[in-house]
């Protein structure tokens, strides 16, 4: 009787390890990922390990998040990532880039 009690115990560690290192444990990310039109999702897989990118691929099924719809343009990514935080970066789009132009004072705009 206390070998299978043991032998629960085990399992259980055994499952929580994996399903931490699976869904919690971080990643880096390459700081810029630029995304073509034709690109897919998987454009966003190559450049992480087979580990990361199986992880990823995982949290995209279990989360349902919508990568079919996916924006064109430069992705910017700074630091580490979960495999769930990294698909909301992903759907959230491409960073924009805006430009501050001041016109002075007594100018136009076509000055």
Known sequence: MKKIKIG?????????FVSYKVFFASFGVPDTIVLHEGDTFQSFLEPLSSW??????????????????IGVGTYNFTGTYKPQTYLDAIVAGPTQKFVRYTVLEGRSIYD
Do not use: N, P, Q
Not at 8 to 16: D, F, N
Not at 53 to 69: C, G, M, Y
């Open 8 to 16: 629960r115990w085990i399992v259980l560690a055994i499952v929580l």
């Open 52 to 69: 990361d990118r199986l992880r990823t691929k995982i949290a995209s099924k279990i989360s349902d998040v919508d990568v079919s719809k």
